[in-house]
């Protein structure tokens, strides 16, 4: 990743084609040199998202088929399928057993496993998973279909367990933590046992707010700022240890 190591902050989770305006999103990202996937929801989206950012230094584009969007967009797997080999990244793809979703869990389970084999099959891919209600089903689902020595993983979002988070680390996984976990007793928690080795950051905007507004992938530093204190670290170690950990998940 030599052309990143300019990066100051790391957003590894944020859906920029979201934001009213996509490219002023992707402008200011690069002038504030942020390393930020830009995730996407359905294939559909790929590419637009690809064209805006095959030349952006900092900002990369991921392809996905969002667990929510599964119920009518099952059948958008094979166009997800086609496109994959023009991509590095992958997401937002996983599972979600919240209320909402749980009626599609078998259709979700389907696409997902679909996804990992085909990650499996090309190799070198990097994947940000969405865990919600689902966490041990997305454990078993990558321990099976996406062996570590094929892909890397990255949980967003990370609600799951402390022991859930040893196992996921145990299967190489990394954890892109956001504001909102870090406001949580259980999410501080969670990111007080994380190998340090392993953490990401991530805003996951415009889903999660800051000061009232969508955050952006600036706002990354609101969250170094909260695992520095959850870890007990200066903050300048929490910055160099983030771009340390993208660069080896990247090598
Ligand atoms: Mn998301």
Redesign the pocket.
């Given at each position: 990743m030599t052309e990143n190591v300019q990066a100051i902050g790391v957003d590894f989770?944020?859906?920029l084609d979201l934001y009213p305006d996509i490219e002023a999103a992707i402008a200011r990202t690069e002038a504030a040199r942020i390393y930020t996937l830009t995730?996407t929801?359905t294939p559909k989206a790929w590419a637009r998202n690809h064209e805006l950012t095959r030349h952006t230094r900092f900002v990369r584009a991921a392809l996905g088929l969002?667990p929510q969007l599964v119920a009518e967009r099952a059948g958008e797997l094979l166009l997800w399928e086609r496109l994959l080999s023009e991509t590095r990244y992958v997401?937002?793809v996983g599972l979600d057993a919240g209320p909402r979703f749980y009626k599609s869990l078998d259709a979700q389970e389907h696409v997902f496993r679909g996804v990992l084999e085909r990650c499996a099959e090309a190799g070198g891919k990097i994947l940000?998973v969405?865990s919600v209600r689902s966490v041990p089903a997305v454990l078993d689902m990558i321990e099976r279909y996406l062996p570590q020595d094929r892909g890397a993983v990255v949980l967003?979002?990370f609600s799951g367990s402390k022991s859930e988070a040893r196992r996921a680390a145990a299967l190489g996984c990394y954890f892109s933590v956001n504001a909102d976990m870090t406001r949580s007793d259980r999410g501080r928690a969670v990111v007080t046992e994380l190998p340090i080795d392993r953490i990401l950051t991530e805003t996951?905007g415009p889903?999660t707010q800051i000061d009232g507004r969508p955050s952006e992938p600036t706002d990354v530093r609101t969250t170094v700022a909260a695992i520095a204190d959850v870890r007990n670290l200066p903050v300048e170690a929490v910055t160099k240890l983030v771009i340390s950990n993208l660069r080896s998940l990247l090598a």
């Open positions: 989770h944020c859906h995730v929801t969002h997401g937002e940000t969405h967003h979002w996951d889903f």
